[in-house]
């Protein structure tokens, strides 16, 4: 039961990214939503590299052959996190370019490509 | 019923049955069989004499990814320095509405107060997260995040004439080219001295000492690097953007 509640988490947070990127009416909103939508990925990675009982794959104080949770999917979610932060960045530099070129920023109000 | 509608009806569909499909195919919740990080965690704490098995994963037995990911920032700072040039000259088609009715850079005295009381803490704060990858739960990554925030603060509290004035573009840059191109030369020399790419080949002092495990604290030293001097170059680009509305309005 926990652990199908713990992958509708993810899912969730990624289909209501979605639905708002979908439905949005403002490149900054868009870029919001994508970025909820990212989010997901972090919450199910970690969740993938959980083990029942388990503490952080930090050794300071317990010895090395301590159940510890996936050391790997913790370093991919640090990747992920980067990658999430410098999309949202690059597009957001995007919606200020669109603006200034169309002078909008409704994504429903944006001809396809005027070139 | 339009055919939009049914459009975003078959891609619903089809969303739900591909997500049922992928979330089936995953290990059961807690029992992740994974060798390969379970090898890391029991044998990083003597061959890398390091408590933090993610960062031996990040900037050692993985080192190679950690650096695409390095060049990955580098690449999108670059694109969006790239995407924001030049705007100065163009004539935007009416001004950003935000800023119109706006009073021009008037601060308070308590939103001065708080945001340069909070650049000591947010230095502090990055700098002991970000030099101890190896010892605890933080890292270059981390800790260049937050001490950027300096960069956020100062503009918030002085404006973009100071924080122009104390993070320049140029030295910026050529921080952010320091951090990513130094990370590739620790990496060439290692592949010098032992043959392959980003082996650990410095002493590994003992587990829990803060000069230990080797090449690294070095290389995360230089990822923190070019993290702040990322992002502050960033905070820089879309700062700029608000001033050039203030100096357009300024010549009308």
């Known amino acids: ?115 | 019923m339009n055919a939009r509608a049914v459009l975003g009806a078959v891609a619903c569909a089809l969303l739900l049955g591909m997500l049922v499909w992928g979330f089936a195919g995953l290990p059961p919740y807690g029992h992740y069989p994974g060798p390969y990080g379970t090898l890391i965690n029991t044998v990083a704490s003597h061959e890398r004499q390091l408590p933090n098995a993610i960062s031996a994963v990040n900037f050692d037995y993985r080192g190679a990814d950690t650096l695409g990911e390095e060049f990955i920032l580098f690449a999108a700072v670059a694109g969006i320095t790239m995407v924001l040039r030049n705007d100065r000259k163009r004539t935007t088609p009416e001004p950003l509405p935000p800023t119109r009715g706006r009073p021009p850079a008037g601060r308070t005295e308590a939103v001065r107060l708080f945001s340069v009381a909070g650049v000591g803490v947010t230095i502090a704060f990055g700098v002991y997260l970000g030099i101890h990858p190896h010892l605890t739960p933080g890292g270059g990554f981390q800790g260049a995040a937050i001490l950027a925030g300096f960069a956020a603060l100062t503009f918030v509290g002085l404006g973009y004439d100071a924080f122009q004035r104390i993070a320049p573009q140029t030295r910026n840059e050529v921080f952010e080219a320091i951090g990513a191109g130094t990370y590739a030369v620790i990496g060439l020399a290692t592949l010098a001295i032992s043959g392959a790419f980003l082996t650990n080949v410095l002493p590994l002092g003992g587990n829990g000492q803060f000069f230990s495990a080797g090449t690294i604290p070095l290389i995360n030293a230089f990822v923190a690097l070019e993290v702040l001097a990322g992002f502050t170059l960033l905070f820089l680009e879309f700062a700029r953007e608000t001033r050039v509305e203030k100096e357009e309005e300024a010549g009308e």
Do not use: N
């Open chain 1, 1 to 115: 039961m926990i652990g199908l509640l713990a992958f509708v988490v993810p899912a969730w947070i990624f289909v209501i990214g979605l639905y708002g990127m979908a439905t949005s009416r403002h490149l900054v909103h868009l870029v919001m939503c994508l970025s909820v939508a990212q989010s997901a990925t972090y919450v199910l990675i970690l969740e993938v590299g959980y083990r029942l009982g388990a503490t952080a794959p930090v050794f300071s104080d317990v010895l090395s052959t301590v159940r510890a949770t996936d050391p790997v999917v913790q370093a991919l979610s640090l990747t992920d996190i980067v990658v999430g932060a410098t999309v949202s960045a690059l597009l957001l530099a995007f919606a200020l370019r669109i603006y200034k070129t169309c002078g909008t920023v409704d994504p429903e109000e944006l001809r396809p490509m005027r070139g």
